[in-house]
């Protein structure tokens, strides 16, 4: 109930998470939000569109972390982040 709000309130803004491609090994930033199970869950696609939800390989890296604590994440993993998410994650762009 708590998470719910949370998703409508959007003062807090977009929530993120990140998984990582089987094949190419990279990672890619998901939109996240919690369903009425409170667990996250990540759009089908990332922010770049270039894989699939299903294409992830092992646990995810994060979920469900704010903007800022998204960009310290990817910052951290670097390079095996793709860079079209990062270029995405900043800057505002319409949905
Ligand atoms: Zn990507």
């Known amino acids: 109930m708590f998470r719910e709000l949370i998703n409508i309130v959007d003062g807090i803004g977009t929530l993120y998470g990140l998984k990582k491609h089987k094949e190419s090994e990279e990672f890619h930033l998901f939109k996240a939000k919690y369903n009425n199970k409170d667990k996250c869950e990540a759009d089908p696609k990332p922010i770049c569109t270039k894989m699939r939800k299903g294409d992830a390989a092992g646990k995810d890296k994060f979920s469900c972390k704010n903007e800022d604590e998204a960009r ?6 670097g390079r095996a982040v ?7 994650l900043y800057t505002t762009y319409p949905d």
């Not at 310290?72 to 993993?77: G, I, K, S, W």
């Not at 793709?82 to 995405?88: F, S, T």
């Open 72 to 77: 310290m994440e990817c910052a951290r993993e």
């Open 82 to 88: 793709c860079g079209n998410c990062v270029i995405r």
